[in-house]
Structures are given as structure tokens and as C-alpha cells.
């Protein structure tokens, strides 16, 4: 077993698929061992702690355009766009433990999903309440990777050449 982030090592002379480590949970989530339930609450409670912090923090962003006596128009407006870019970065969280997302789309909402963090840690911490964020994914690509493997692997039985033919 690797010390770096919990893969547990092939057996020997065995060249299958390995599953891919998820952030914090490593490849614990393959049989849910190693500490992987006290990760599962240690990521949801971050994530919430994170997400709280946050709020805390435009709180006083908020007060302070209040303090600067921005108007009423830009205080809306801002607290509209931060309500809006969650929603709009939860929902592409959410789905990315689904999916994979698409890079190209990725690379160009990197600055609504910055400005939308708090909804990307809510879904994070939803989803660190089911299972580890994106496992569902990881594992059905991994168990389509280790039926290939199998099929391409399984043995026939016999010599094919000593066949009987039908006549």
C-alpha cells in the first residue's frame, strides 16, 4: 500500500485498473476502509465550517459598501450576484460528481464558480453526507475499467485449432 495517498498496491503480477484517489478520501472510498467514514465527516464538516466562514466574510464586505454609502442599487446588485453565482456553482459542483465536466466549459466559468465558492462548498458538503464527493462516478468508471480487464483477460479453455467441426 502506498504511504502517499492510501492505493493500495496491485496484487502480484496483476496489471488491472487502479482506482483513481479522490481528494482527502485517497482510494479509501473503493471498500470503505482506512478511516474512510471519519474523512466522510471531517470533509462535511470543513466544508460547512468553510462555507459559514465565508458567509461571515461577505457579511462584512456587505457592510462595509453600507458604510461607504454605495446606494441601494449596488448593494443589490452585489448581493444578486453572489446569490446568483452559487446557485449557478452548487449546481455545477453537484453535477460534476455525476460527470465529468467538460474543460473547455470548466475554464470558461472559472470566474462565476470564484465568485459563486460558498455554493461549490454547500454542494460538497451535501454530498460529503451520502458518500465521498464524486465516488459514485469514480466507482462506476473503475468497475467498467475492471469488467473490460476481465473480459480482455479471461483465458479461453482449450486448443481451438482440436475443435470438431459441425458437419
Known amino acids: 500500500m502506498s504511504d502517499e ?6 496484487p502480484a503480477g496483476s496489471t488491472g485498473p487502479r482506482p483513481e484517489p479522490i481528494r482527502f478520501f485517497g482510494t479509501t ?10 474523512r466522510r ?17 461577505l ?15 449596488v448593494n443589490i446588485l452585489v448581493v444578486a450576484m453572489f446569490a446568483i453565482c452559487s446557485a449557478l456553482a ?5 453535477d460534476s460528481f455525476a460527470k465529468r465536466p467538460d474543460p473547455d466549459r470548466q475554464a470558461s466559468l472559472r470566474g ?4 459563486g465558492f460558498v455554493g461549490s462548498l454547500l454542494a460538497y458538503f451535501f ?12 466507482r462506476e468508471e473503475y468497475e467498467t475499467a475492471a469488467q473490460q ?5 479471461t483465458r479461453r479453455t482449450g486448443n481451438p485449432s482440436k475443435k470438431r467441426r459441425r458437419s
Open 5 to 10: 495517498n492510501g492505493t493500495p498496491a496491485p
Open 29 to 38: 472510498w473503493v471498500d470503505h476502509d482506512n478511516g474512510y467514514t471519519p
Open 41 to 57: 465527516i471531517g470533509a462535511a464538516a470543513g466544508s460547512l465550517a468553510a462555507a459559514i466562514a465565508s458567509c461571515l466574510v
Open 59 to 73: 457579511r462584512f464586505a456587505y457592510e462595509g459598501l453600507q458604510i461607504a454609502d454605495t446606494g441601494a442599487f
Open 90 to 94: 452548487f449546481r455545477n459542483t453537484w
Open 112 to 115: 462565476l464558480l470564484a465568485i
Open 127 to 138: 454530498r460529503s453526507l451520502t458518500e465521498a464527493p464524486g465516488e459514485k462516478l469514480h
Open 149 to 153: 480487464y476481465e473480459k480482455r483477460t
